[in-house]
Structure formats: C-alpha cells, structure tokens
C-alpha cells in the first residue's frame, strides 16, 4: 500500500503538525505552521532536482558552482482553497517557480469532487509539477485533480499533502500509480464525514479562520 508514498518524518516536520493539529493553535499559529511546514516539505520533495554546473567569481576567487538546472520550470499546483496554505511556503524557497490553480470542492453529500476553476501555465509540458493539498482524505479530490492536470502533460508530477488517510492513499494509487505522494504522516481512518481522524479538522478553516 505504502508503494510510492515517502513519509517526510523529519523531527522538524513532525513537531509542526503536532503543533498544527493541537485544536487550540490560533488561526495565527496554524497559517504559520502551514507556511514553515510547506518550506521543509519543498526541501524533502526537491531532492531530485537536478543541477547544472557554472563558473563564478566568490570574493576569493573562482570555482565551477552548481546551480539548479532548471529553476524556472518548476510548477506548483495547489488545489483550492486549503493548498494555497502551502504555496507561500513553497514559493519562500522556490521564487522561480510558476503556479497554476485547481479549484475542487468536495459535494458534502457524495464526497466527490467537483471542478469550479482551471488555470496553470501554458508552457507546462516542460515543468516539474507539484499537486499540494494539504489533506488526502478520501483521495477524490487529489485524484480528479491529478487526472485534469495529466491532460496538460507535465514533464513530471509529485503530489505533496501533510497528512493522508489509508483509503486515500489506496484510493490515489488505483487511479494514478505513477504519481509520487510525499506526506508528514499516514492517520489511522476517516469519519463518516470523509474526515481523517485523528487529523487536524478542516484545513481551509483553520488556515482561514472560516469557522
Ligand atoms: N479536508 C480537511 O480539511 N480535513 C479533513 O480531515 C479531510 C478533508
């Protein structure tokens, strides 16, 4: 089951979420978290990058430096509204990158998603995709997403979210096996209203102070 899902266990990235699914942590605190945690997640996802090799001057002279090959190419894709908690993060640490929205809700009564809003690069066949959300549940939303986003056909995609439930992750993985998922932590299940328990509540509401 756990095929192509990297755990992101960083001590870091664990004392955050605990921090972040605390129900006390302030709307404050929890949009702060959510915007560090996406900075660490950034670094652990962008490990494969590859690099490309230039001469430069240091003040002590010169040496053949490595530098990201392709900087401006990186795509983040946050589904709305809960992934736009961690694109700021993400942006901190990759200013170059281009972002493209996915607008999905989540219909309360089939728990299936539903597309309101498209718009990503137009050169994107050549970019390194990141789908963000922060919460796979049941998977739908990260899955309708995916297969919307493989029609413009990026030259790759990793899904990032901090926390997912096992059927998500199963859910995900029928429909799009060669998609990587990189997550803080697998939770044990979800409730009957599609929310993953022990979790962290709603994300777009605590990110937005919405409730
Ligand atoms: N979306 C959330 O924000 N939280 C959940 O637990 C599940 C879906």
Known sequence: MTANVTVIDHPLVQHKLTLMR???SSTAKFRNLMTEISMLLAYEVTRDLPLKYEPI???MG???APLLAADKKLVIVPIMRAG???LDGMLQ???SARVGHIGLYRDPKTLTAV???FKVPHDIEERDMLVVD???ATGNSAVAAVHRLKETNPNSMKFVCLLAAPQGIRNFHEHHPDVPIYT???DDYLDEHGYIVPGLGDAGDRLFGTK
């Open 22 to 24: 605390r129900a006390e």
């Open 57 to 59: 001057e240091t003040p």
């Open 62 to 64: 010169p040496m053949i």
């Open 84 to 86: 736009q908690g961690i």
């Open 93 to 95: 640490l990759m200013p």
């Open 115 to 117: 597309e309101y809003y």
């Open 134 to 136: 922060p919460m796979m």
């Open 184 to 186: 803080a932590a697998i």
